[in-house]
């Protein structure tokens, strides 16, 4: 485009304004220092022009706008803006003149900005200024070093020489629009927009030609720290199809990294940056002003991050708001994305079977009704307990007509083979199955999981039969009694052992339940325990989280159980390892793509990247819920998989960190294994058994969530003092010891195996 902004020169006077230097140039117009001669007291000052036959709207009129919106917040990090006119061939806006920007600084020094101290408190003031920015209903669409400015040191007010100032909002543009009751509502996205910003900065949406919202403001930010630290990957890249990257950081948890930065480093706000320990004079004047002085905002912002400045709209404004194209800004969402299960495309269930009182299977005499004939019963009586179902149901009337047309059975008809479901046996549904209570005299209580026969691709309650009942003849703490398991026209059914609290539920009830390192380090070793006794009859379990483990129930009949922890839920499990025809097991070859499986918050790596997943992916998931159990995992809040993918490639140290470091070897080994390799169990179980020395751990006490009602707990102990035998995971040593795998020939590279591997005849204990 040919440049038509007029040349000025040195000494031209523009309205009121004297030029003294030229500044800059650029694709917008110059930049010029000036003088007031109305008000010489100013000092020097900043003029920036634009031709007015420049093509497309202009860039100092939103300018203008959008710094006459920021000076009214008072903030420190927004130039003064004194004046903005239009000429005949030109438009000029004059503001604040402001020292070096953070390119300019950079490359005067390439280890300027080396130092923690100095890094991580630009970091937070870059933040806390696009943070403002974004309040007021606008984006940047342009962040990077050249538009960051030290503040001018000025003897009259030197407090301003340490703050980070943004400028340049020729390209901002109003992501958020008020009503007319005043409220800001986010505007619809574009299908399309033109690429605005600086190639080596822009997020990956602006590549995509996608509309630009407040994260793309905060990726740019976040390539422009990184660049401080060591050079961008794509520096020397020219093809903007190239620079394409993936990694999305929320504000909140960018300021979380910056304050570990501070604790690790020692960093104190009162530190003199690093340019400045060349020349002292500045900081020695700053320092004197700011001992009298109260603290800028940004040393403390906690709660400036957590919080947004705009009006809540409850849920019933949603739907009406999507039909305009617009949300607003803030949303109160009951979030379950976490027990969400993300299946592949071709995947989807039909609906699922409610259980209603309405629609009848059976009558209440123990015959049959018509129509729902016992088609096939496939297992026998042992093995396991509740899964999940579906969300909340509509209203019963609703309900009744729907289960009618699908035949799904009745929840106060429905009966196992000798008692009916009492009604006040039903257990709140999720996923793809309905859990009831049942009760039997000689049984006491148990539970019955439902699925529907038009859920599409593989029954899981077939499965999960077939992989109890090789658990049950384990004769294992670890894996509750399944009694039966049946289909009928409309659904299938399993019924097995009712048990107590999840340790989702005890951790959302009271946090503090199993925090103690007496009770998180015996939950890790008998979870690890029940997880390898899976392994060594050829499955993964693949959905391992705090919701598929239960604590046994207090009953007088075995009050030893209530100290057990039980695996549950194999719907999703897998065989990793097959039998030959000598009954050897055999590691099978690894599917080059696969479906996610597994619950987002607690899934390995692997799954993300849809690999095939082995053991050491459910011994990832273990450790993200025993690092949970310590501290909130950073990803628990983030809605998007990608996001939670990257935040998943960050450093394990930066994980750990503030209280669970002690995990970090097993970390290490997780990321250094493959499909085909075997945990290494005795490794991990050393971890857990060093915080039991350590803590002096006894493996007696009670649990966290027993203190408040020692009753079980008495009964458990008295009950344990006449016992002959101590419970299996209490001296696992053994059990957890290496034991060579076989491999299939094919992928013997693949796994790392560079000599023949030697086959195990199979044992008792099996692979693990």
């Not at 989702?504 to 325990?529: A, D, H, M, W």
């Not at 039991?692 to 969530?705: C, K, M, S």
Request: overall charge positive; glycine content about 6%; hydrophobic content about 35%.
């Amino acid at each position: 485009m040919e440049d038509c902004t007029p040349r000025l020169e040195i000494g031209d006077v523009v309205t009121d304004y004297k030029i003294t230097e030229k500044l800059d140039e650029g694709g917008f117009g110059q930049v010029f220092k000036v003088v007031s001669l109305k008000e010489p007291q100013l000092g020097s000052l900043a003029m920036k022009i634009e031709s007015t036959e420049q093509e497309g709207g202009s860039a100092i009129k939103l300018e203008n706008e959008v710094m006459s919106l920021l000076n009214q917040l008072k903030s420190y990090h927004f130039p003064i803006k004194y004046h903005a006119a239009r000429k005949k061939k030109f438009c000029y806006i004059i503001m604040e003149l402001l020292g070096h920007n953070l390119k300019n600084l950079r490359l005067q020094s390439p280890g300027v900005f080396a130092s923690p101290s100095t890094y991580s408190r630009i970091g937070v003031q870059c933040l806390y200024a696009i943070k403002q920015l974004h309040e007021l209903g606008f984006i940047h669409r342009d962040v990077k070093p050249g538009n960051f400015v030290i503040g001018a040191q000025s003897s009259k007010d030197p407090l301003r020489s340490h703050v980070v100032f943004l400028l340049d909002f020729g390209i901002a543009r109003p992501y958020a629009v008020k009503d007319a009751s005043g409220v800001l509502r986010i505007r619809k996205p574009r299908p399309n927009a033109e690429f605005r910003g600086t190639m080596r900065y822009c997020s990956p949406n602006a590549h995509e030609h996608k509309d630009l919202g407040r994260i793309d403001d905060v990726w740019g930010m976040m390539y422009m720290m990184l660049e401080m630290l060591k050079p961008l990957p794509w520096t020397s890249i020219i093809e903007p199809i190239e620079m394409e990257t993936s990694k999305v950081f929320f504000q909140r948890m960018i300021y979380d990294v910056f304050a570990n930065i501070y604790r690790l480093h020692s960093v104190k706000m009162d530190d003199p940056y690093d340019w400045e320990t060349a020349n002292l004079e500045s900081y020695i004047r700053w320092k004197a002003v700011k001992e009298s002085s109260p603290k800028y905002p940004w040393e403390d912002p906690a709660t400036f991050f957590c919080s947004d400045a705009y009006p809540e709209r409850t849920s019933k404004d949603k739907n009406a708001l999507e039909k305009q194209g617009e949300m607003p800004l803030q949303f109160s969402l009951n979030d379950e994305r976490d027990s969400k299960r993300f299946k592949g495309k071709n995947t989807k269930r039909a609906s699922k079977p409610s259980v209603n009182a309405d629609c009848k299977t059976q009558k209440t005499d123990g015959t049959e009704a018509p129509g729902s004939k016992e088609i096939e019963d496939f297992g026998d009586k042992k093995s396991s307990f509740v899964q999940k179902s579906d969300k909340v149901k509509e209203k019963n009337s609703r309900v009744s007509k729907e289960n009618k047309r699908a035949g799904t059975p009745n929840k106060a008809e429905m009966k196992s083979k000798r008692n009916e479901v009492p009604n006040k046996g039903e257990i709140k549904p999720k996923a793809s199955a309905t859990v009831v209570s049942l009760r039997e005299p000689q049984l006491g209580s148990m539970a019955m999981k439902v699925e529907s026969n038009q859920i599409e691709g593989g029954s899981a309650i077939k499965l999960e039969n077939e992989v109890m009942t090789l658990l049950n003849a384990l004769n294992s703490y670890h894996f509750p009694v399944k009694y039966h398991a049946g289909r009928k026209k409309h659904y299938s059914y399993i019924i097995m052992e009712l048990l107590g609290h999840n340790l989702k539920n005890l951790r959302l009830q009271s946090p503090e339940e199993i925090s103690s390192p007496s009770t998180y380090s015996r939950i890790g070793v008998q979870c690890l325990f029940a997880i390898k006794q899976l392994h060594e009859i050829g499955f993964v379990h693949r959905d391992i989280k705090p919701g598929n483990f239960v604590v046994g129930c207090s009953s007088p009949k075995d009050p030893l159980r209530s100290h057990v922890i039980f695996l549950l839920d194999f719907g999703l499990s897998r065989t990793y390892a097959t039998k030959d025809t000598l009954g050897l097991f055999k590691i099978r070859l690894a599917r080059p793509t696969v479906e996610f499986r597994g619950t987002m918050r607690y899934c390995s790596p692997n799954a993300h990247e849809q690999k095939e997943l082995g053991r050491v992916d459910d011994i990832w998931s273990l450790m993200y819920m025993m690092v949970e159990m310590l501290k909130h995992l950073p990803w628990e809040k983030a809605m998007e998989p990608c996001v939670v993918q990257q935040m998943k490639t960050m450093p394990d140290s930066w994980l750990l960190e503030g209280g669970a470091e002690h995990f970090l070897p097993i970390f290490n080994h997780l990321r250094s294994s493959n499909y085909y390799s075997r945990p290494n169990y005795s490794m991990i179980y050393d971890v857990f058994s060093n915080i039991y020395r350590v803590h002096n751990v006894n493996l007696e006490d009670p649990y966290d969530w027993e203190t408040a009602n020692l009753e079980s707990y008495i009964r458990w102990k008295t009950a344990r003092a006449s016992a002959a035998t101590r419970y299996p995971w209490e001296e696992p040593a053994d059990f957890f010891r290496p034991q060579p795998d076989v491999l299939p020939k094919e992928d013997k590279q693949k796994a790392g195996k560079k000599v023949r591997p030697q086959r195990v005849r199979s044992t008792r204990r099996g692979l693990g």
